[in-house]
């Protein structure tokens, strides 16, 4: 009898609960099993009149029930909070979050950063020097004679008769050649000066990276394979390139290469003076009156070393048209790299 | 240098070659041309034009109204200048002509009301002269309708070579013309002449003597009398006008042209100037001063090499004449100087006077010694012919101790081993041969050459291995595509410097770089500041001795256009002078050190809809060299010292250091340095010593297991003295606590008048825990009451809250 009750409010219970859409509802569902005159209370009171023997059955069943239908009543209630929320607490979306301002490197560090990473995978050491250099290692050792033309090149700052500020990084090349011995294969980035006008394109500071490699067997044809291999990261895949014979008093032979203007791909334009060329490094082979002022065998060994201006080549790969911004520190420049 | 290509044809044939090819190969094989211009395609449309009527405009006083014949047709044409009249033979531009200067298309205009059908040209529309007083009135001679780059020869292509220092062979139309013959394996042939010679001999009428023979090695003189001196004909003048020279007397023109011929700089002085007919060529051993032919007087130090009459300086040698000797109208016969002067000598001079010429451009980079002879020889015989002179027979040649070719070795096998590939060999003997170099020993194995003495750049076998490479071409060299890699040590020197860029970024830094010259004003106020000899101006004149006057300049600059809120690092080396020196004599002098400043200012954080504005202040400088220094793993290494009175830079700073050596200092900028900087607002900055900071090895990190016990924290606050500074209260704490207590934190501060008169309270916030075990309450307790008992007893504080 009181078992038939049982599974008649655990159907009818089934049945309602589905139904059940909002908190009026629910209250009316509450009312209806759980209060004191509720279905499920009625049942317990019931229970008085069962027999001893019924008793502890029925009354297990019906705290099954109540335990089962009370679970289920309180998981609906959970979950109809919880779409409450939702509805009244609607998070705006498109209101902006807290940004974290995250600096930058300088373009031109950036820059050297980027043919740093390209020669340290070809196997280069960095090193550095200063930049208040002796006329000795500027000139001197480098193969540029006393009062030479070589000289008019590179206008020089100097700051007595025999020291100045480096107008390039190759005194870096004596400097290493004279505290390591070959094999040396260096990279060696910096901060040149030059006594230059200052026009939007050339100012009187600059960055260089100068690479340097000597061994018993260095040729020519392995500086054209590595500045190749360099250029092709650093500009790109597929890019025409030549070496045309130049002349620096430390290196011989001598060459400049030039890669086709991307700007205009060759066809000419006003960057490349419509040569469809741009000039983007000097090299050559180390010239053997260079070992011998840093007690290198010059029969034994060979060497080759190139050097780049890091602004000129930012000045292609941005676009930018006047050298002066990379020292103006314009925040407005700073931010967009 | 201008080199004319039709110039060039005169001594190697280079017909049916492109002239564009002609620039490839020059500039690859190491002459490079920078510019070309081709003036057949650049005058081509211009024509010769007929001015048949010339009225005035109707609207304009200043313009003329003019029909102008063009062979074929009439045509109204405005022209505004003033020397147009009817009867001219003119340059005409018609409709659709492109004008050189401006770059400009002529189109249909109409100009004050009236149609114009095309221009008239001046010189400098034309881009021939800057002269634009009147248009070009052309000879009666030539025809109208032609077209200006036949009738006025027009149709030279001219190049640009930029000729590198070692190359001063190079720096003439011959030296040009015998790269091109042995690039092209070409015949090349010199300027061929016959010397007519009177009876009458040289030595009767001149006499040459060399007192200084080291820095004047050869000097050959010879005489042209009766010249007229005059107009040069017109193929002169426009052989001279293509390269950029202006055509002045057949005499001058002449010793330009064949100075542009054969490379050999020539003097010609009025023999009838010269004391005593006589040159003297020697050093002067005192100070003088001298009148040269551009009539400046210059001051001439001891030991310049000058050229005299019998009785006064003449000339400074190979740099320029003097106006005393100087060649005039009136001139009748003429002393012809083609020298060779010592390099060193002439740069010398040319540096000292700060004057630089033609002359000494060649001179100082080496003329060829043994070509003075044929360009004498050259220039008497063109003044002969130009001038309707008579050269005197015979030459003076002083040339004491010859100049002879040198000798140079070649191993065949080392051009393999520099070059990375081989020639065979008897293309490397072609290639040298063509280049003017003669084998004077073989052997399988080696061959000596022997060098020209216009070479003065080849005395090495590497020296010929250069030439034989540039002359194959460089192309010809094999690109490897593989590279060895020795597996010795690798160094990054940069990779320190590399991390605090990449640190500061992250803190949210940008990357500023500052010129380190800099000017008076700016490097006085931080060190020991090193000059620069010759700056560029006085902004520049010396080396900055601290990165914070250029951050300043930067925060100024950014500040003063609106970009107010600023954090900016750098990284750069500064140069000061040991206080006990005057001049740097060595390297011990002086100190070079990287450094990196942070500078701050403006705000912190904007007001957003969540957060407040907030301001930087000294405690963001602190949190920022903290983060910096904890990130390098060197926050146990360094101490703080704080200071509040105000020094050269601060009125309010901090150091960092580590056993007892100032890593960096840094605070608030004092507001008389903001004044002389513009700057109206706070600015906070730091400035480390990066040779000190990267010289501190930082410890090696060791992994920890994570804590597997439970944290205690305990919240209390104290209302101090105000004197009470929180570095003596977090001290103390540390001091009397035990190992259980594991960090404190400051959460709370302030000053209010319900807690008394000059007092503040500090909030803290304690953190107990231990690695071994979890701890009783009892534990914490009591160390947290000692803790409350000691401070209170300590400070005379009291226990807030309580």
Aim: net charge negative; with cysteine; glycine share 6%.
């Amino acid at each position: 009898m009181l078992e038939e009750k049982i599974s008649e409010i655990n159907s009818g219970f089934n049945q309602d609960i589905v139904t059940i859409k909002d908190q009026k509802q629910l209250e009316e569902l509450r009312i209806k099993y759980f209060s004191r005159n509720g279905l499920v209370s009625q049942l317990f009171n019931e229970l008085k009149n069962a027999s001893k023997e019924e008793k502890p059955v029925l009354g297990k069943s019906l705290n099954t029930l109540r335990n089962d239908l009370t679970a289920r009543f309180d998981s609906l209630k959970v979950k109809l909070e919880i779409s409450k929320e939702k509805e009244e607490d609607k998070i705006d979306l498109s209101l902006p979050g807290t940004r974290r301002i995250i600096g930058s490197r300088h373009l031109i560090t950036q820059t050297l950063d980027e043919i740093k990473t390209i020669f340290k995978g070809l196997g280069f050491s960095v090193v550095g020097g200063p930049e208040l250099e002796s006329d000795y290692n500027n000139f001197g050792a480098l193969n540029f004679p006393p009062n030479h033309p070589a000289r008019d090149m590179q206008d020089t700052f100097f700051i007595t008769e025999d020291f100045l500020l480096r107008t390039h990084t190759s005194p870096v090349q004596i400097r290493v050649m004279e505290k390591y011995k070959p094999p040396i294969r260096v990279i060696m980035p910096g901060l040149c000066y030059r006594n230059e006008a200052i026009s939007s394109r050339s100012y009187c500071v600059f960055h260089q990276v100068e690479g340097l490699y000597v061994d018993t067997d260095v040729t020519f044809a392995e500086l054209k394979g590595t500045l190749v291999s360099f250029a092709q990261q650093f500009y790109g895949e597929g890019l025409k390139y030549r070496f045309r014979p130049s002349f620096f008093p430390f290196t011989e032979p001598s060459a400049e290469m030039d890669i086709t203007c991307f700007l205009c791909h060759g066809k000419g334009c006003r960057v490349c003076k419509h040569s469809g060329w741009l000039e983007i490094l000097g090299c050559g082979m180390v010239d053997p009156n260079v070992f011998d002022n840093v007690n290198i065998d010059h029969e034994k060994y060979t060497g080759y070393a190139f050097g780049m201006g890091i602004e000129r080549t930012a000045l292609l790969k941005y676009g930018i048209d006047d050298i002066r911004i990379f020292f103006e520190n314009d925040f407005r420049f700073l931010r967009q790299f | 240098m201008k080199v004319s290509l039709n110039w060039l044809k005169d001594y190697i044939d280079l017909k049916g070659i492109p002239s564009n090819d002609i620039v490839e190969r020059l500039t690859m094989s190491g002459l490079e041309v920078e510019d070309v211009v081709d003036e057949t395609a650049i005058y081509k449309d211009f024509i010769v034009a007929y001015v048949k009527e010339k009225k005035k405009h109707p609207n304009a006083d200043k313009l003329s109204l003019c029909t102008v014949n063009t062979g074929t047709e009439d045509l109204q044409v405005i022209c505004g200048a003033p020397n147009v009249e009817a009867g001219q033979k003119v340059v005409f531009a018609p409709i659709g002509t492109l004008i050189p200067k401006g770059n400009f298309k002529i189109t249909k205009a109409k100009i004050r009301g009236v149609e114009s059908y095309g221009m008239i040209c001046a010189e400098d529309e034309l881009d021939l002269s800057d002269d634009h007083s009147g248009i070009m009135v052309l000879d009666e001679k030539v025809s109208v309708g032609k077209s200006i780059a036949d009738e006025l020869s027009l149709n030279d292509t001219i190049m640009e070579i930029a000729i590198t220092p070692n190359r001063p062979d190079a720096l003439s139309h011959i030296g040009v013309a015998r790269d091109l013959a042995a690039i092209y394996n070409k015949e090349f042939k010199l300027p061929w002449f016959k010397l007519q010679e009177s009876s009458h001999k040289v030595k009767d009428f001149a006499s040459v003597e060399i007192e200084d023979t080291e820095n004047c090695p050869r000097y050959t003189a010879m005489v042209v009398r009766n010249v007229k001196v005059k107009e040069s004909p017109e193929w002169l003048k426009n052989r001279l006008t293509k390269i950029g020279l202006r055509p002045i007397n057949n005499v001058v023109d002449i010793t330009n042209f064949v100075m542009y011929e054969l490379g050999q700089p020539l003097h010609a002085f009025d023999l009838d100037r010269l004391a005593g007919h006589k040159i003297i060529v020697k050093s002067t051993e005192v100070e003088s001063t001298f009148k040269t032919l551009d009539s400046k007087e210059r001051k001439l130090p001891a030991g310049t090499l000058i050229i005299c009459d019998g009785e006064k300086p003449v000339a400074i040698a190979g740099v320029m004449g003097g106006e005393n000797s100087e060649i005039s109208n009136s001139t009748k016969n003429i002393l012809i100087e083609s020298a060779f002067f010592n390099p060193a000598s002439v740069r010398r001079t040319s540096k000292r006077l700060g004057l630089s010429t033609e002359a000494s451009y060649r001179f100082e980079r080496w003329v060829d010694p043994s070509g003075t002879l044929p360009a004498a020889e050259r220039t008497a015989q063109l003044i002969a012919e130009l001038g309707e002179g008579e050269i005197l027979n015979g030459v003076i040649d002083v040339y004491p101790e010859k100049i002879i070719e040198k000798e140079v070795p070649l191993r065949f096998e080392r051009i393999k081993r520099v070059l990375g590939y081989s020639i065979p060999n008897e293309k490397v003997i072609s290639i040298l041969k063509r280049l003017g170099l003669k084998v004077k020993f073989e052997s399988e194995k080696e061959y000596r050459f022997s060098v020209p003495t216009y070479r003065s750049d080849i005395e090495r076998e590497i020296d010929l291995i250069e030439e034989i490479a540039r002359i194959n071409g460089y192309d010809n060299i094999p690109t490897i595509s593989k590279i060895s890699i020795s597996l010795g040590e690798k160094v990054d020197e940069s990779s320190f410097v590399d991390q605090t860029r990449e640190i500061a970024c992250v803190l949210g830094f940008y990357e500023m770089l500052n010129n380190p010259l800099q000017g008076e004003d700016l490097t006085e106020i931080t060190g020991n500041r090193i000059q620069v000899l010759n700056p560029q101006s006085i902004d520049m004149a010396y080396l900055r001795t601290s990165l914070i006057p250029g951050a300043l300049t930067a925060v100024a600059k950014n500040i003063n256009v609106g970009e107010k809120n600023l954090k900016l690092f750098e990284i750069g080396n500064v140069f000061n002078l040991n206080p006990d020196k005057e001049k740097i004599e060595s390297f011990y002098d002086f100190t070079e050190v990287q450094k990196l400043v942070f500078i701050l200012t403006g705000k912190e954080n904007e007001k957003t809809w969540q957060q407040q504005e907030k301001l930087f202040d000294i405690y963001s400088l602190k949190g920022i060299v903290d983060s910096y220094l904890l990130r390098l793993s060197l926050d146990k290494a360094a101490a703080d010292s704080y200071y509040h009175n105000e020094e050269t830079i601060y009125d309010l700073y901090f150091t960092k250091s580590y056993k007892g050596k100032i890593l960096g200092t840094g605070g608030r900028i004092k507001k008389e340095l903001l004044k002389q900087f513009d700057i109206p607002q706070d600015v906070f900055c730091f400035e480390f010593d990066l040779n000190l900071l990267r010289s501190i090895k930082p410890e090696q990190r060791k992994y920890k297991e994570p804590l597997k016990y439970p944290k205690s924290t305990r919240d209390l606050a104290f209302v101090f003295e105000k004197s009470v500074t929180y570095e003596q209260v977090i001290k103390f704490i540390w001091q009397m606590s035990s190992e259980l207590l594991k960090s404190v934190r400051i959460f709370d501060l302030f000053e209010n008048p319900s807690l008394g008169k000059s007092k503040k309270s500090m909030a803290f916030s304690l953190e107990y825990y231990s690695e071994e075990r979890t701890l009783t309450e009892e534990e914490i307790e009591k160390e947290f009451s000692k803790l409350i008992s000691e401070v209170t007893k300590k400070f005379n504080a009291t226990l807030r809250g309580t």
